[in-house]
């Protein structure tokens, strides 16, 4: 069974920081399959933060340079680095993973990940 369990969320003030860790377990070689990082606010879809897949990270262009994400292989973890953040981050931030190889830009869009974890609220107090 494959399960994505994300945790780090909490309450933090403008411009400081939080790190978001996904642990996968249950999808055989998942320390090379592409994970992402996304985020939804009531309302609206999930939005597109970040994805590694084996070496390449890929961000949306609005948060580069403040979040970095990162792997460790020996962990199975997956981590969201988020510096500077501002009162616009409050979210609440999912991981997915997919085993599936794809273009790289279709990582940008939920609908290409099969797995998800349940979601980690990250508020951020002005």
């Known amino acids: 069974q494959v399960q994505l369990v994300e945790s780090g969320g909490g309450l933090v003030q403008a411009g400081g920081s939080l790190r978001l860790s996904c642990a996968v377990s249950?999808?055989?070689?998942?320390?090379?399959?592409?994970v992402g990082w996304f985020r939804q606010t009531p309302g609206n879809e999930r939005d597109f933060v970040a994805v590694v897949n084996w070496n390449e990270r890929y961000y949306d262009d609005s948060l580069k340079g403040r979040f970095t994400i990162s792997r460790d292989e020996d962990k199975n973890t997956v981590y969201l680095q988020m510096n500077s953040l501002k009162p616009e981050d409050t979210a609440v931030y999912y991981c997915?993973?997919?085993?599936?190889?794809?273009?790289?830009?279709?990582?940008?869009?939920?609908?290409?990940?099969?797995?998800w974890g349940q979601g980690t609220q990250v508020t951020v107090s002005s």
């Open positions: 249950g999808l055989s070689g998942s320390y090379y399959y592409p």
């Open positions: 997915a993973a997919t085993p599936i190889f794809r273009d790289s830009n279709d990582y940008r869009r939920a609908t290409s990940y099969d797995y």
